[in-house]
């Protein structure tokens, strides 16, 4: 039977990781794939934060975004399409200690593992979610997602997608219990960097889409917020994602947002003229089921099934 215990305490000299303690198989995405950004950004907060590669793990799905655990030097699972997070769930229901990321693709969370995403943003267990949001199902060669947008071409609607397209931001802010809420992009490295290390700092569910370019096939949809900062709205707050000076000086079309104020992310995260980039949404009161289900959970199971046993004994005639 399963014992939960601190078996899993390792003695540890110590040690200062780098770089290299982090990087796992060489990347097998295309030349300009927005996914490595991403990758780059997680090996440098995990070298800042000296995570300990042996209590970290990276969770993910299906999907060119989902390869992700290979090219990390760290435990992974690469699972079921959609299914990253209730494996997540489970493992931080039983490991308080580990550092848990969870990458998805908008297939793999926003199609195939809606009900899952739901689920585990309103569990709001203490997990680091990364949406690589490109807008296509890319490991599928070309097929439309919940996030095409209307009229874009793919290998099955080539004449056009027909549906609106669903957003994740939007999405989660109605998700109740939702606990931390953010978009950036792949292309702003210092905001990728400091919105992706703000979520792991957060206690609890922190969802951060990622605007995700994809070359090979949807190399068009973010030229606009690319070639033209004042498609990019920058949230700012003093309780929002740190500024870089540089990112604060290039893009001035900016919008003081209070992440406490939930009608106003819902009302930002609708904004059709601009891609909002920053924090929508915070809340530290929000319960954790990791905690509040955390009672006893070093006790031996031999004094578990002992307390059991006890109680069962009472019903005895
Ligand atoms: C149960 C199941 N259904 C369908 C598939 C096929 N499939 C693999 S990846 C994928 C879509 C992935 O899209 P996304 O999550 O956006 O990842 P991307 O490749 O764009 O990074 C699909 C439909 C599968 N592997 N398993
Ligand atoms: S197909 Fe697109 S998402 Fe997949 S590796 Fe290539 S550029 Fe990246
Ligand atoms: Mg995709």
Known sequence: ??????????????????????????ARWCPGCGDHAVLNAVQRLARDKQLPPEKTVVLSGIGCSSRFPHYMSTYGFHGLHGRAFPVACGVRSRRPDLHIFVVTGDGDCCAIGTAHWIHAIRYNMNLTILLLDNNIYGLTKNQTSP?????????THPKGSLLSPLSPITVTLGITNASFVAQTVDWISPHLYNTIRAAYEHPGASFVRILQRCPHFTSHVFDGPLHDPNQVLLMKHQRGIPLDAAVATKFTNQVEHDPDNLAEARALSERADAYPI?????NENALRYDLATSAGIHVPAAQKLEAVEKNLESFVI
């Not at 920053?278 to 915070?282: A, I, K, V």
Request: with cysteine; aromatic share 12%.
């Open 1 to 26: 039977m399963y014992e939960s215990t601190n078996e899993w305490d390792i003695e540890l000299e110590s040690r200062v990781c780098t770089l290299a303690d982090y990087k796992g198989a060489e």
């Open 278 to 282: 920053g924090l929508f949404y915070r």
């Open 147 to 155: 996030t095409t947008r209307i009229g874009e071409c793919s290998s």
